[in-house]
């Protein structure tokens, strides 16, 4: 069993920086590719970035060159770096894991392990 302990998130002007972090425990993060997902009310969950656990990265179009997805293996903890926020990634956002991708990366159903959500709010 895994368990994610998110923390981070906060209310920021346009144009800041935040950092989101997530502490999974019960597994090694060598052994998991780890995902960020945000949701806003009344819509589905968002895929935002994934690192496998071979090293490689994939984002979503929105947070190209903005967003940065990494993880510290001595602390079993991943991070979010979001720089230059806009009001459109207000959200709460979610870590998660898996341990294998069946299918496509992006999909929540792909993912078994999940933190609590940290809100994330991006004022004008």
């Known amino acids: 069993q895994v368990q994610l302990v998110m923390s981070g998130g906060g209310l920021v002007q346009a144009g800041g920086s935040l950092r989101l972090s997530c502490v999974a425990s019960?597994?090694?993060?060598?052994?998991?590719?780890m995902g960020w997902f945000r949701q806003t009310p009344g819509k589905e969950r968002e895929f935002v970035a994934i690192?496998?656990?071979?090293?490689?990265?994939a984002y979503v179009d929105s947070v190209t060159g903005r967003f940065t997805i990494s993880t510290d293996n001595y602390r079993n903890t991943v991070y979010l770096q979001m720089n230059s926020l806009k009001p459109e990634d207000t959200a709460t956002y979610y870590c998660?894991?898996?341990?294998?991708?069946?299918?496509?990366?992006?999909?929540?159903?792909?993912?078994?392990?999940w933190g609590q959500g940290t809100q994330v709010t991006v004022s004008s």
């Open positions: 998660a894991a898996t341990s294998s991708i069946r299918g496509a990366y992006s999909q929540v159903r792909e993912y078994d392990y």
């Open positions: 019960g597994r090694t993060l060598s052994s998991l590719h």
């Open positions: 690192l496998w656990n071979g090293g490689a990265k």
